[in-house]
């Protein structure tokens, strides 16, 4: 379906790169997670001018599906004069503007270049908080110390609350937070609750440099006005991420060797 390294960057999504001995997009690896953790519904945001997602999912080929499992689409539109869209609290809230009948109830949401472990996917399902995170601990995650810098930084209080979230760190800001080898990291998946969440996405600001409306920003909203709001789970594991074209090499190892153990 897609050649597996002509189409490796910048032509389709990342997630729909192909990785793996069996040459399977990376999202599958994800949905056979969500599957496992007994999710039964899923909304994917696309954007306007990819089509490759859509046309792959929507017969449900791509995962070993089951009949009570549905996937949708939210179109993400690429504004005039940009060349992608506007980020991921933009496309979250496309994502919940598709689904009104949500009101009321709490759900995940996941990048789609990381492969979530189903224990921290069943974690957040399960969850009695109304929104919770993870916290990844940074030396588990078994990244280089400039890959850690492009990821959201978390503080908490001492009851395991968020108290701030700061997103692509500077060095400098990593060392009040305890250091390179000791802080938490958030690789953007969160359980909200719908009708708190969905307003605070609604008035979620551009970035000034970034030009993008971000999730993390959408959180620490959240907790500004709703102290006490998010609980974050310390989680020690490591997450195979698709960030960069460089990753591509790692997330194939890390694939093979997790389906031949």
Known sequence: MLDR??????????????????????????????????????????NNKDNVIREYYQDKRGISGRKDFKISFAVQEIPTGHVKPMGTADALLRALKSKPEWSGDAFTV???????????????????????MIGYNSMALKLDSEKLC???????DDEGCLKDIIEKPSRESIQTHGGLHDFEISMNIFRFD????L???????????RGEKEIPEGVRMLVNRYPKSMYVY???????????????????KTINFNNNS
């Open 234 to 252: 310390p989680i020690a594991e490591h997450v195979p991420d698709l960030t960069e074209k460089n990753d591509i090499a790692i997330v194939d």
């Open 110 to 132: 996941c990048n789609s270049d990381n492969i979530y472990s189903v224990k921290v996917l069943k974690l957040l399902k399960d969850s009695n908080y109304r929104n919770a």
């Open 5 to 46: 390294y002509g189409n490796k960057a910048g032509i389709v999504s990342k997630s729909m790169i192909t990785v793996g001995s069996n040459n399977r997009p990376f999202m599958d690896y994800l949905l056979d997670n969500v599957l496992s953790a007994a999710y039964n519904e899923i909304v994917i945001v696309v």
């Open 199 to 209: 307003p605070i996405l609604e008035t979620v600001p551009v970035h000034p440099e």
């Open 150 to 156: 492009k990821f959201a930084i978390i503080s908490k």
């Open 194 to 197: 719908y009708d708190m969440i």
